[in-house]
């Protein structure tokens, strides 16, 4: 398969649009994409002079503004890593952000069939901090977010867990690194409002959270698998066997500190749901069985309760 590198499409974006307008200011100067093209040209050769790296960090801090778009491009196309730092910004934030930029971003491909793993490879050669894993066939969510945990937990100080689907809030990231940084070991990401679910979904969820309560079941209320965990929390987690994976249900048995960040849930970007209705149930399932011993009962010598407890 042809490889086309991200710098190859904005070439060829740049050359097709030479005289038409890209980028403005508000009320201001229009660039058009050649203007744009010898800017981020005059930065490359800037950059070369004072002897950037490939991979070195570029911090940006402007009020918002067509420049600013353009010393994105150049520092993203010279190799080098983009750190924007809006002007609205506190010091304090901009020293954090500055301090914490070494992160990666690791993807699990679940066994996938469409081309999710030639992008993933893309990605990475084109920035190393991008890297991928690969499971050799569909494995479930649950799994295939264990795998991606326990491939991490000794790279890393933390890690952050979310879905590809863009529906959680990538600014509550901050929150998150903010209460790591004081203290807590586990911060669960929490829907401040369902508005974004059908009637269904909202109903069954709320439900399902209060019926695992009910049961005697430790999970933290609205809350699906978008949380970060420290490493020591994930070498805690290793030692867990649990067949039935239900993870919101495990981490918090774990113990150490912990709190949670609230956020806005988006609609899904783009896609479908592979989670249908049976999914769905089963998963609830998995859950209520797994972390409730309410459902266990002698009735004639015959125990009700699921097999995964007993070996």
């Not at 069985?289 to 004639?300: L, R």
Request: proline share 2%; with cysteine.
């Amino acid at each position: 398969m042809e490889f086309t590198s991200v710098n190859k499409v904005f070439e060829e974006a740049f050359k097709k649009n030479w005289e038409r307008p890209a980028i403005s200011n508000y009320q201001g100067v229009t660039l058009k994409f050649g203007d744009v093209a010898r800017r981020m040209e005059k930065l490359h050769i800037m950059f070369e002079e004072c002897g950037l790296q490939r991979g070195d960090k570029v911090a940006l801090c402007s009020r918002n503004q067509a420049n600013w778009a353009v010393a994105f491009l150049a520092t993203m196309t010279y190799g080098a890593v983009p750190v924007p730092l809006l002007h609205e910004f506190k010091s304090s934030n901009i020293h954090h952000l500055v301090n914490h930029s070494e992160a990666k971003i690791l993807f699990v491909d679940d066994g996938s069939t469409d081309k999710t793993w030639d992008l993933i490879r893309r990605l990475h050669k084109w920035n190393p901090m991008f890297s991928g894993l690969s499971l050799s066939r569909n494995r479930g969510h649950q799994n295939a977010l264990l795998a991606g945990l326990m491939t991490a937990k000794d790279r890393c100080d933390c890690t952050i867990s979310m879905d590809a689907d863009l529906q959680d809030d990538i600014n509550a990231i901050d929150g998150m690194v903010d209460q790591y940084l004081e203290g807590c070991d586990i911060v669960y990401g929490v829907r401040s409002a369902r508005d974004t679910d059908t009637f269904f979904k909202r109903f069954t969820a709320e439900g399902f959270y209060k019926f695992m309560e009910l049961m005697g079941a430790e999970v933290v209320f609205n809350h699906a698998d978008y949380r970060q965990v420290s490493a020591r929390v994930l070498l805690e987690f290793a030692d867990f066997r649990e067949v039935n994976l239900f993870l919101r249900g495990i981490v918090p048995q774990i113990g150490y500190k912990w709190t949670t960040v609230t956020y806005e849930r988006a609609e899904r970007f783009a896609g479908e749901s592979k989670y249908p209705l049976k999914k769905m149930l089963a998963f609830a399932a998995d859950g209520i069985t797994s972390f409730s011993v309410k459902f266990v009962h002698k009735d004639n010598h015959r125990c009700i309760a699921h097999p995964a407890h007993f070996h």
